[in-house]
């Protein structure tokens, strides 16, 4: 069912009439088959432009329906749009548009009738001048016919006969026996070894048809009124030649094959002389003639660099040049030889065009029609938020803009604010991360220097810049900004979200290892190294503890040789603000563990096991001028163990949990119940003598889980990541990638 959609304004394009009679050229295109014939145009008369090309800047322009035009008759045009399977006929007069909802709308060149095929149903023939159907055919009476399209009430289809290889053309009409009746006659005239029967163009009461007989190849004339063929004359067109045009005055072709260089040839009709040019790039050339002039291009979708042949360029036999359009999709002829081609330019955009030949006999194009679509590159709003949580999504984020076509090279900067950190890349959005035909899409995997260091969290401001790879108009640029945002890790000493570890070399030095994981296997990759600073030698014991001070940042507590405990508060930026004493007497213990809210009130505490084995807890306060409470004694026996970590959660439980090394090498996990007192301990594994030191690492691969890092006497690190189950807490270790050169402390 056909369906006709009226503009809300009447659009018109007028049209000329021509008593010029014009020549048929019928292409018939290698291997057999008869491609798109076409009309040499009529020429202006000398001094004067066509009507239609001084009126058009007055006039409101046709739609263009998505699609390319396939066809045009004296009332309209014919788009076909695959990626909907259907088509559209637009009217010239009042801009009209019929949707024709069927995958395959067989047509005539320069007919007003479509025909709507149904298969197992009714084959109709449409007369798009009044919108009737003029003609209904069984599809079963069709079988295996090739129906090439109609002409008024008349159907065309050539059907094949199996027992002389020939084919036969058949004509339906409308029967004497009134509505309903289709009277059938086979076309008359035609050798009768005629296969590979095509039907051109309509001129008149007549069809062209091109034809094979005898191993060559004909053009003749069918008479609609009588049904006979005649005037077949053979074609003359030379070996590899794909698509002729021909005016008068200048006769122009394409030659191509697999084994044939593709070029333009050019003739002058008067004295067949030829001239030839390479279009060695070619993909779907074209050529027509208007006039003195060779209109050639190349149809290809989606350039990836610049080509003389997207554009629509007109050459003459004396080889002057001129570009007509700078982009081309397809040419049809008009039934009084007007060349309709679409394209578009950069000031116009896409749509439809009528060249014709102009006052100085140059091809004039005049747009008569548009889909809106522009030819330059056009930048839309760009589809990035104001706030990107890099703690979802595992630490990646979209960042979307809008672009009117996705042939670019697309450069993206984004920049922290605060640090000056960037992150730059360059992509080509059709080959990554493709999402639809206007999107170019960074897929940011949450990273800054070359990719290797956690992103900030904080302001970025960024800076997009697309190129046209076809070089059709200028590159398009915008720039904004966005604010990065985790939730907090109580190990980040930096502010970019991925847990810290401290090592100190035995020359004193403390270094900052900032880790970092890839987030498809959420595996831990590596580390980067920051020196904190020097002359931490004078320091027995180093512990990260989490926020302890009322900041977002982790602090440390690290414990002097005379006893004295000092705080240092993290200045969010890797490393740490001046100390604070926190209190002297500290030599008493002989383990500190931090990182844990072991009491669930949601502020970091201290444990530490004296000498006498007694594990005592110092709950914490959130001040970091008194940053702990009153201790208090949590239990005995804790001297069976040679290294503490508090781990925070590691099974879900209310609140920070804790892990000891006996000294015979087997790890136990005591469960935190959030009152500051820990479960019944369950055995780990053993092994762990293998580590000088452990530590709780917080989430490290932001699955959620809490993981734990150790160290072996060669300064390797592992990492045990956690499973969130107390009965088996950690899955199997592995190094994180590089010896860290003899450190003696880890935190």
Request: aromatic residues 8%; glycine residues 14%; without cysteine.
């Amino acid at each position: 069912m056909s369906r006709t959609i009226h503009p809300t304004r009447a659009a018109r394009a007028a049209r000329t009439s021509s008593a010029t009679t014009v020549a048929l050229v019928l292409a018939v295109a290698a291997g057999g088959v008869g491609a798109t014939p076409a009309l040499a145009a009529p020429a202006a008369p000398a001094g004067t432009l066509p009507g239609a090309v001084a009126e058009a800047a007055e006039e409101q322009l046709l739609p263009l329906p998505a699609g390319t035009v396939v066809g045009a008759g004296a009332t309209g045009y014919l788009v076909r749009d695959l990626d909907a399977r259907t088509y559209s006929w637009v009217r010239f007069d009042t801009g009209a548009v019929t949707e024709l909802p069927y995958d395959l709308v067989p047509y005539v060149q320069g007919a007003d009738s479509v025909v709507e095929s149904v298969y197992n149903g009714l084959t109709k023939v449409r007369d798009m001048r009044t919108g009737a159907i003029v003609l209904t055919v069984d599809s079963n009476r069709l079988y295996r016919a090739t129906v090439l399209g109609a002409v008024g009430s008349t159907l065309l289809a050539v059907f094949p006969d199996d027992a002389t290889g020939r084919e036969v053309l058949w004509l339906y009409r409308p029967g004497a026996g009134g509505a309903g009746t289709t009277a059938v006659s086979s076309a008359t005239g035609l050798p009768a070894d005629a296969t590979a029967i095509w039907a051109g163009s309509v001129t008149g009461s007549s069809v062209a048809l091109a034809y094979t007989s005898g191993g060559k190849k004909y053009q003749a004339t069918l008479d609609l009124s009588s049904g006979a063929v005649s005037g077949a004359k053979e074609s003359s067109l030379p070996d590899g030649v794909t698509t002729v045009d021909a005016s008068p005055t200048l006769r122009a072709w394409l030659r191509q094959g697999y084994s044939i260089p593709t070029s333009l040839v050019l003739q002058d009709p008067k004295t067949t002389t030829t001239r030839s040019y390479s279009l060695a790039d070619a993909y779907r050339p074209s050529v027509h003639v208007v006039g003195d002039w060779a209109l050639y291009a190349d149809a290809r979708r989606w350039p990836m660099g610049p080509s003389p042949l997207q554009a629509l360029r007109a050459r003459s036999f004396s080889g002057t040049e001129f570009k007509v359009l700078d982009t081309f999709a397809g040419a049809v002829r008009e039934p009084d030889g007007t060349l309709l081609v679409q394209g578009g330019t950069l000031a116009q955009g896409e749509g439809l065009f009528r060249i014709r030949a102009g006052a100085d006999g140059k091809s004039v194009a005049t747009m008569i029609a548009t889909n809106k679509v522009p030819v330059k590159l056009v930048l839309g709003s760009p589809a990035i938020p104001s706030t990107i949580d890099l703690g979802r999504n595992g630490g990646t984020a979209n960042l979307d803009w809008t672009l009117s076509r996705l042939n670019v090279e697309a450069k993206v900067t984004l920049r922290h604010r605060r640090t000056g950190k960037t992150f730059t890349t360059t992509f080509s959005p059709p080959q990554e991360a493709y999402v639809d035909p206007h999107t170019a899409r960074l897929h940011w995997e949450g990273t800054t220097g070359g990719g290797l260091e956690r992103a900030l969290n904080g302001t970025y401001d960024w800076q997009f810049t697309a190129t046209p790879l076809d070089g059709l108009g200028p590159a398009v640029s915008s720039s904004g900004s966005f604010t990065v945002t985790r939730k907090v890790n109580p190990r980040d000493l930096n502010d970019n979200g991925s847990p810290d570890l401290l090592v100190r070399d035995r020359a004193g030095t403390l270094t900052r290892l900032d880790t970092f994981h890839v987030p498809a296997d959420r595996r831990i990759f590596g580390h980067i190294g920051s020196t904190v600073g020097a002359g931490w030698q004078i320091y027995d014991r180093v512990e990260t503890t989490g926020n302890l001070g009322g900041t977002a940042t982790g602090d440390l507590v690290a414990r002097d040789r005379s006893g004295v405990l000092w705080l240092y508060q993290g200045n969010n930026r890797g490393g740490f603000l001046g100390r604070v004493r926190v209190g002297g007497g500290w030599q008493a213990y002989d383990k500190l563990a931090g990182s844990s809210d072991v009491t669930g009130d949601g502020r970091n505490d201290l444990l530490a096991t004296d000498r006498s084995g007694v594990l005592w807890l110092y709950p914490g306060t959130g001040s970091s001028s008194r940053p702990f409470a009153t201790r208090k004694r949590i239990g005995g026996g804790w001297q069976a163990y040679d290294r503490i970590a508090a781990t925070g959660n590691l099974a879900g439980g209310d609140a920070g949990d804790l892990v000891a090394r006996d000294r015979t090498g087997v790890l136990w996990l005591y469960l935190g119940k959030g009152d500051g007192t820990f479960a019944p301990r369950t055995k780990i594994g053993g092994g762990w003598n293998a580590y000088t030191d452990l530590t709780g690492a917080a989430d490290m691969n932001s699955d959620g889980r809490n993981d734990l890092v150790a160290m072996d006497r060669l300064g390797e690190t592992f990492v045990y990541q956690g499973t969130g189950s107390w009965k088996t807490p950690f899955q199997r270790g592995y190094q994180t990638g590089g010896s860290q050169y003899e450190h003696d402390l880890m935190s």
